[in-house]
């Protein structure tokens, strides 16, 4: 998915010479809506159960290079009821781009685009491979979530993993359900890699 692009500014006899760009990873779009649940130490959080913990985080992540993309929607208040980007469900914490408006993509939720797609002998590793598309492609992003106090120090971070974009039940939308993260805050801090 990273991309090189040839700056306009190589024209003349700078374009003798190599000149590309990288272009950081980033797949927001408006095709497909995502959603997710945190927990922390096994309870939904609010303010007391969030403890030290001040921010989640969704990042979405390029592999193999392993570039982090965190929209702003995905930087989220741990105790729900402070954060206009959460979706409380049952007392539940839920990040839901359909359910909580947007100010983008016509309000749809929608916030990545569709991937290139893989066929399933493409080494996804997300159990059975499912027919998301045609001929057997699948597709998906790889993901993982952060936990952190608002210095930024890392409280825990869950295991990358990929996750299958799937058709809603009406068949119409497409959608990532990055599962459920129970944040454990009593191992004083982990290793993760940072965005």
Same mark, same amino acid.
């Given at each position: 998915m990273k991309a090189s692009l040839i700056a306009m500014g190589c024209l003349g006899l700078a374009a003798l010479a190599a000149c590309t760009a990288d272009v950081r990873f980033n797949p927001s779009g408006c095709q497909v809506?995502?959603?997710?649940?945190? #927990?922390?130490?096994?309870?939904?959080?609010?303010?007391?159960?969030?403890?030290?913990?001040? #921010?989640v985080e969704l990042a979405i992540i390029d592999d193999p290079a392993e570039q982090f993309w965190i929209a702003p929607e995905f930087s989220l208040r741990c105790d729900p009821s402070t954060d206009s980007n959460a979706a409380i469900i049952d007392g539940g914490a839920y990040i839901d781009t359909r359910l909580v408006t947007r100010n983008r993509c016509g309000g749809t939720g929608e916030i990545l685009r569709l991937p290139q797609p893989l066929t399933p002998d493409g080494g996804v590793d997300a159990g059975a491979p499912v027919d998301a598309g045609t001929d057997g492609e699948v597709f998906f992003y790889k993901s993982r979530w952060r936990a952190a106090t608002q210095q930024r120090f890392v409280v825990d971070?869950?295991?990358?993993?990929?996750?299958?974009?799937l058709p809603t039940e009406d068949g119409v939308d497409l959608l990532?359900?990055?599962?459920t993260v129970d944040f454990q805050t009593g191992d004083g801090g982990v290793d993760c890699p940072s965005p």
């Open positions: 809506q995502v959603r997710g649940r945190w #927990l922390v130490d096994g309870q939904d959080p609010t303010e007391e159960t969030c403890g030290t913990i001040a #921010l971070c869950s295991p990358i993993r990929a996750n299958l974009i990532l359900d990055v599962g």
